[in-house]
């Protein structure tokens, strides 16, 4: 990916809300999701993979098409480590929670690593400008 327009991830999800989208994919397995706004604003959560990592969406409860068409009533994300001695390394759940009018979705994001990388989910945006996604 060559993304280079990271944003806080607060900050990012607060400029999405109010906002139109007319393209919203992603997918259980997969590592991106991606916004797209009436706009032309892009909002693409995904991670910058490092070495012995994973992070994937989980699980997608919701219909994505419910948050197209209609503006975005909410975006928040809520994350937290998942302690088990059962299972081997580091795992972190990070859910974001979005809804419109028309409905909510949950996505569950899984980071997986021995605890020496990063568990968590960026949030690239593109406001209009050049950037390859």
């Known amino acids: 990916m060559n993304c280079k327009n990271i944003v806080e991830t607060q900050e990012g999800l607060k400029s999405m809300v109010g906002r139109v989208f007319v393209r919203v994919e992603g997918h259980v397995g997969s590592g ?3 916004f797209v706004a009436e706009d032309g604003a892009k909002f693409l959560f995904s991670h ?3 070495c012995c990592e994973s992070v994937d969406i989980n699980d997608i409860v919701g219909d994505l098409q419910d948050l197209v068409g ?3 009533l909410v975006a928040e994300e809520v994350s937290g480590e998942t ?3 059962d299972i081997r390394g580091s795992h972190t759940w990070t859910f974001y929670k979005f809804a419109t009018r028309k409905g909510y979705v ?3 994001w899984l980071g997986e690593s021995s605890g020496y990388y990063s ?3 960026d949030l690239f945006v593109d ?3 050049e ?3």
């Open 83 to 85: 302690p088990d001695e």
């Open 127 to 129: 406001m209009g400008t």
């Open 131 to 133: 950037i390859s996604w």
């Open 70 to 72: 209609e503006p975005l």
């Open 32 to 34: 991106e999701m991606l």
């Open 119 to 121: 568990e968590s989910v």
């Open 106 to 108: 949950d996505v569950r």
């Open 48 to 50: 910058q993979q490092d």
